[in-house]
């Protein structure tokens, strides 16, 4: 499959990413692989953003609702169902467009995962006990404590990421920031990754707005309606976590909405700091005409060429 291309479409929350997928879907008459983790579940729909039902009419999409919540779902997972559909989608085109905000799925499925080293039930029993009754901040603290390294990149507000990491160096003394060594796996189609990137204050005016909107179409009936799901992984997200917290008398209804914005906007700088690692990846102004965007990659990247 070495004339195949995987297009990703890449960049922070709430950019337009979902839009320009399709617009890349229309050109190439090709199918969408989402690579947003959250977008998976069918309970979460408003909080998540899933493509309104026009977008997902205009091109064919996989993973998007496709599950439960109640369904584990992991990375990994998701790089071996992505890898086994891929050759089918190839049969049809030459190009297929994979598009999502959660950089870590993308990257399994152009890249590959890592290796590393089990950790027996024991010991995650024992550190789920403590993370139970000592909470995030200690186990923030103690990931803090042993690796820095990955402190400082990991969203430290993904207690299930930060379980891992704790987990990981107390079964085998590794840390987690040293195993990952970047080394690629093999693929046998060609990656092209565009992204869409904005001034901050135009990215975080984008968020704010987005999240009114979510608002405006039922966020927090969503979320409440969810609550009795909230310790499960796939509900420790923005959105429905800052609710929960409300519904839980921790604060207010207009304290929860600013954290959604800020938590949202934290996430979006995240997201940006992981992606401007990745040299590969030829970015764009979010304004930038669909056309144009479609017109300059057909005919650089997809050639083989530099994009100028």
């Known amino acids: 499959m070495n004339n195949k291309t995987l297009l990703c479409i890449v960049g922070p929350t709430g950019i337009g990413k979902t839009a320009l997928s399709i617009a890349f879907a229309k050109a190439y008459k090709t199918s969408i692989i989402s690579s947003d983790s959250r977008q998976f579940y069918r309970e979460m729909t408003i909080g998540t ?52 905000g959660s950089a870590l799925y993308e990257k399994a499925v152009t890249h590959g995962l890592d290796k590393f080293p089990d950790v027996s039930i024991e010991i995650q029993e024992s550190l789920k006990k403590e993370f139970e009754s000592k909470g995030l901040s200690w186990l923030q603290k103690e990931l ?6 990955y402190y400082n990149t990991v969203d430290i507000h993904n207690a299930h990421r930060l379980l891992r990491a704790v987990g990981i160096y107390r079964a085998s003394g590794d840390k987690m920031s040293d195993l990952r060594s970047g080394d690629a796996q093999k693929r046998d189609f060609k990656v092209v990754k565009i992204g869409l990137e904005a001034d901050r204050e135009d990215l975080y005016d984008r ?20 609550i ?14 800052e609710f929960f917290g409300y519904f839980n008398k921790e604060y207010n209804r207009d304290e929860a909405i600013r954290l959604i914005k800020r938590n949202t906007r934290r996430f979006a700088k995240r ?22 965007i479609v017109q300059r990659v057909s005919s650089d990247l997809l050639m083989g060429d530099n994009l100028n």
Request: hydrophobic share 35%; no cysteine; charged share 30%.
């Open 207 to 226: 968020i704010n707005r987005r999240v009114d909107i979510m608002l405006e179409r039922g966020l927090e009936k969503e979320a409440h309606e969810l």
């Open 228 to 241: 009795v799901h909230q310790h499960l992984n796939a509900l420790q997200t923005v959105g429905y976590k």
């Open 271 to 292: 997201q940006l700091t992981w992606y401007r690692k990745d040299t590969s990846v030829k970015w764009f102004h979010y304004e930038t005409r669909h056309t144009e």
């Open 144 to 149: 803090q404590q042993i690796d820095p390294k």
């Open 49 to 100: 953003a899933v493509p309104e039902p026009e977008e997902l009419e205009a091109a064919t999409h996989y993973f998007i609702q496709d599950r439960s919540i109640l369904e584990d779902y992991s990375v990994g997972d998701f790089e071996r169902d992505v890898v086994e559909l891929l050759p089918t989608l190839f049969e049809k085109n030459d190009v297929v467009i994979m598009v999502g």
